[in-house]
């Protein structure tokens, strides 16, 4: 059972910088894909990015591309999220999830196992 705890999150101005950590315990953190998710009032749970297990493949949802970076450290068993130029369409709660690699489900909820608790992240405009 993989554990995973986000921190990171708050409230910034559009325009800022903000990097989300994923901590995870109880696994063999290695050995898993990692994304990141994020969900908005009133909407559904959507797709921001994922990494593979090594870190050599990373895929990113097209309205994040190009601010937003993921990373992983598995010395430290956690994946990053360097959000920059940061929209008010960016608010929301934003989840890491665990699970076997699959590139053709990177995007796709039920293709993780394990989810964090989500935190928040909030852009005034």
């Known amino acids: 059972q993989v554990q995973l705890v986000e921190s990171g999150g708050g409230l910034v101005q559009a325009g800022d910088s903000l990097r989300l950590s994923c901590a995870a315990s109880g696994g063999t953190f290695s050995s898993y894909g990692m994304g990141w998710f994020r969900q908005a009032p009133g909407k559904e749970r959507e797709f921001v990015a994922a990494t593979s297990w090594s870190g050599g493949s990373s895929y990113y949802a097209d309205s994040v591309k190009g601010r937003f970076t993921i990373s992983r450290d598995n010395a430290k068993n956690t994946v990053y999220l360097q959000m920059n130029s940061l929209k008010p369409e960016d608010t929301a709660v934003y989840y890491c999830?665990?699970?076997?690699?699959?590139?053709?489900?990177?995007?796709?909820?039920?293709?993780?196992?394990?989810w964090g608790q989500g935190t928040q992240v909030t852009v005034s405009s």
């Open positions: 999830a665990a699970g076997s690699w699959n590139r053709l489900r990177v995007g796709v909820p039920d293709a993780y196992d394990y």
